[in-house]
């Protein structure tokens, strides 16, 4: 709950500056029409008729219920929903995967007890209902909780047909499974219907025919990566996250698996023990290696200017947000903490390129103040397309040169270049990966 009310705060003056101009014409488009019908001088049930037509197109189609997400529940928008239960990737679950669908397969293995109902997943969500609306269908406690679950239990047994109709927020008999289409996506987000998917999946039935709004929806997951301040409004992920709505259009710039592994070998051979080791990770992004090296032992944290990077972090590497510091890394830097083990990825060229509060040689410094045994860093390189005149003197061993100059390390090993340069990338990155190692004293 936390974590999403810390979004909320963060995210919403920044959405009303990033919806696009057409959307934006569209939804105020709609919203027109959806007044306008409630004001025409009709009966109550034609305005109701015509405010539930205006959002939807007419022709239905085919989806594969793999593709179809995690929507709204009680007529709670998705977003509302992963707001007030502080799940962020809610409406990144496959309704597959979700609660609903978990029932139904628990309920096939073996016969539930009123206890084992209640310690499920979709038990959970209907407490959330009655938290956040007052009821899920007709229930407002835990026996209503078991009795809506062995209801949804019944229909499965019963072929899929409902026994019991005209519940509160419940779908009339005749209205079809409704989705708006995820953008930049082929998935789709469930508006309503999530018990007829899950019915159909654990059926066995390869798809289900859907109505679709006109507008397309985001995930709560989109907007914060469209607003992470380093990105530009390119759909770049410079760390690895999982998601479905993802993997369509959106290029993940960096493996980070290369650079990890040459770390964790680096400090094997320094013998450095990750139970007793400290791990700083500068410009963190979404706290990917914070993540990786705390799994790998070490007390790890990272500082990051974007305020959006630790909630990102909880979200999708279940990172505790006080492992990552908010603000300037030369202001961190500057405080007089000492790690074992720090890295610094693709953040040097900043500097050195004029846009940072201090000049190259005093960032390298502050790193080297910061770093007790090993600074494991890369840079942007002149051999890159769109740094071959601003860094004209940047290769692999001015860089080298330049990092033992202006630090106090004993050595500094080349461990080769990052495996980046691929296409759409090919003619850039490919940054050499170096470990500045203080002999122990």
């Known amino acids: 709950m936390e974590l999403m009310n810390e979004a909320s705060r963060v995210l919403k003056p920044r959405a009303r500056r990033a919806i696009r101009g057409g959307v934006q014409r569209g939804r105020r488009a709609t919203s027109r029409a959806a007044v306008t019908a409630k004001r025409l001088p009709v009966p109550v049930r034609m305005r109701q008729w015509l405010y539930e037509v205006l959002p939807w197109r007419p022709r239905r189609f085919d989806v594969p219920v793999e593709m179809l997400l995690m929507g709204g529940q009680n007529r709670v928008s998705a977003s509302e929903y992963a707001t007030e239960t502080g799940d962020l990737l809610w409406p990144s679950t496959r309704v597959i995967d979700g609660p609903h669908t978990a029932l139904l397969r628990a309920a096939v293995a073996k016969s539930l007890t009123d206890e084992e109902i209640l310690a499920t997943q979709y038990a959970d969500m209907a407490r959330s209902c009655i938290r956040i609306s007052g009821q899920f269908f007709s229930a407002t406690d835990a026996a209503g909780i078991v009795a809506e679950a062995r209801g949804f239990i019944a229909r499965h047994e019963n072929g899929g047909a409902a026994l019991v109709l005209n519940r509160p927020h419940q779908s009339g008999a005749r209205t079809p499974v409704r989705v708006a289409r995820v953008e930049a996506s082929d998935y789709f987000q469930v508006v309503d219907g999530h018990h007829r998917i899950a019915l159909a999946a654990v059926k066995g039935q390869p798809a289900v025919r859907v109505q679709c709004k006109w507008l397309p929806v985001s995930t709560p997951l989109q907007d914060i990566l469209n607003r992470m301040s380093w990105i530009g409004g390119e759909r770049e992920l410079y760390q690895p996250v999982s998601a479905p709505e993802l993997t369509k259009s959106w290029t993940t710039v960096r493996s980070c698996t290369d650079r990890l592994t040459?770390?964790?070998e680096c400090s094997t051979d320094l013998g450095l023990e990750p139970s007793t080791s400290t791990y700083l990770d500068v410009a963190s992004c979404y706290g990917w290696f914070v993540r990786e090296m705390g799994g790998a032992g070490f007390d790890a944290r990272g500082v990051e200017r974007d305020p959006l990077a630790p909630i990102l972090g909880r979200a999708?590497?279940?990172?505790?947000?006080?492992?990552?510091?908010?603000?300037?890394?030369?202001?961190?830097?500057?405080?007089?903490?000492?790690?074992?083990?720090?890295?610094?990825?693709s953040l040097l060229h900043h500097f050195a390129l004029g846009r940072g509060r201090v000049d190259a040689e005093e960032f390298v410094r502050l790193l080297d103040g910061a770093t007790g045994r090993v600074l494991f860093l890369d840079t942007g390189q002149q051999h890159e397309e769109w740094f071959e005149k601003s860094l004209s003197e940047w290769d692999t061993e001015y860089v080298k040169k330049f990092l033992l100059a202006n630090s106090t390390f004993d050595e500094i090993l080349d461990l080769g270049p990052d495996t980046d340069a691929v296409p759409p990338y090919a003619k850039n990155y490919g940054r050499h990966f170096f470990a500045c190692v203080r002999k122990q004293s």
């Open 316 to 345: 999708v590497y279940g990172l505790e947000s006080a492992r990552v510091t908010t603000g300037d890394a030369v202001d961190f830097l500057g405080s007089g903490r000492r790690f074992d083990v720090v890295s610094c990825f």
């Open 262 to 264: 040459k770390m964790l």
